[in-house]
């Protein structure tokens, strides 16, 4: 096990954009670490979705829940393979942290409004292609370094390229094709769409490259990214079981059917006694070990063989030596692959995944939640196009930044918070009716997006009340 150390990120080699001077005891990667732990955004994955919406019930993962069960399964193949487990802590405790209230259908939905897919307020139908695309991934790197400000020097978090490299690539980077687009034209069917594409753009978020170098990827990023799905499958699994949507039979049935071949005759005889189990608390916390062990055995029985295979190609007998070639093992091959599954294996992890999505996901339970959630972001976006004075004193400031480079603690100097939140509203209220300044609305979309992202769902849903009326989620 020692003989992988070497391909361990050292915390030296990591470097920030923005030069700050080294802790007196911390490490760079812990720093990182507990800046996130610190920071809002992360405070908010508590009342954020991950399948179910959060306070449906109190026994349903949340966002954040969902995030701790990642770090401890991140944290326990890092050590095991004797990497960094203090930067995949701080990865997999960042990964989500550009996540939207609602779970995935918010992603969707704020993606299909910043791409002009949704013409709202006569805004959004003319959006350049270098301002398109959503992508909570991609927001996640915005949020640290970007949108949390925690120090006059700097904006955003200021993490290491490490660290923001594992938190980027814990998801694709691009959207699969666009569902809407059919024999060659696109079935949302509005007077604005022209769309000629059957994938979504991200362009906008290319600036924040800027922070990565063609060094900043680690074996701790791509240990997170299958953390994620580990935990994934673990909790949804639950979730369902909790929700009377799967029972145990069933469960063991499509087990054996779609492992059994890569089932140990221990583990086949643990199965069964796990099902046996009539109490339903005591059969979740065992089928949970269960699951978790024979995906983590199993990743890390192959990703050891790959580690072997690249330590061997480039004679790695050093940190300092894989350091050296880091780049030469990125060009020549797919990097995700490093930390994978057999190929037989990952095939009949799909076929697993098929289910939980046709069952849960796809669940007449979590559907519903999904379109009322869509028609509330929707609904949110609307209001604040129609009349952007609604958002907040912070997020008009937002506007401002994102739109002009407008420095708040600057103007502060002259004049106090008050005069200078007037101030912004009353040029918002010139701005908005001024049609030469496109670059103007672009900028009040991005920032309505970022402002919804951020919230939590009970948030979003106060915020639906305050505007429209009420309406609430309930078990029933």
Known sequence: ????????????????????TEHEYRTKFERDRDRIIFCKEFRRLSGKTQVFVAGYDDNIRTRLTHTLEVAQIAK????HLNLNDILTEGIALGHDIGHTPFGHVGERTLNLIANGCDALKNINDFIPPDQQGFKHNWQSLRVATKLERIDRSFPGLNLTDYTLWGILNHSSLEYKECSYFNESRCTLKHEHNSCKKNTFSLKFYENCNEYLRKESWTIEGLVVNWADEIAQRNHDLQDGIVSKIVDKNELTQILKETFGSFLTEAETKQLETIKAETIQSYYIAQISRFITNIYVSRLLENTKNNMRLIKDKYQLSSSNNFYNNKDAIRIEREIPQIVSYQSEFENKEKEFHLFLKGRIINSG????????????????????????????????????????????????????????????????????????????????????????????????????????????????
């Open 1 to 20: 096990m020692s003989n992988f150390i070497i391909f361990a990120a050292k915390d030296e080699d990591a470097i920030r954009h923005y030069n700050e």
């Open 76 to 79: 326990t193949i890092a050590r």
């Open 365 to 476: 339970q979590a559907q519903r939640m999904d379109g009322k959630s869509n028609y509330i972001i929707l609904q949110l976006v609307k209001a604040f196009l129609t009349n952007p004075q609604q958002l907040p004193d912070s997020t008009i400031i937002s506007i401002y930044r994102n739109s002009s480079n407008f420095d708040l603690d600057k103007a502060l100097e002259k004049i106090p918070l008050s005069e200078v939140t007037a101030q912004k509203r009353n040029e918002l209220q010139r701005d908005y009716h001024n049609h030469k300044l496109e670059g103007f609305k672009i900028a009040l979309l991005r920032t309505i997006c970022d402002y919804i992202a951020g919230m939590t769902d009970q948030y979003a849903l106060d915020q639906y009340e305050m505007l429209y009326g009420g309406t609430r989620f309930r078990n029933t």
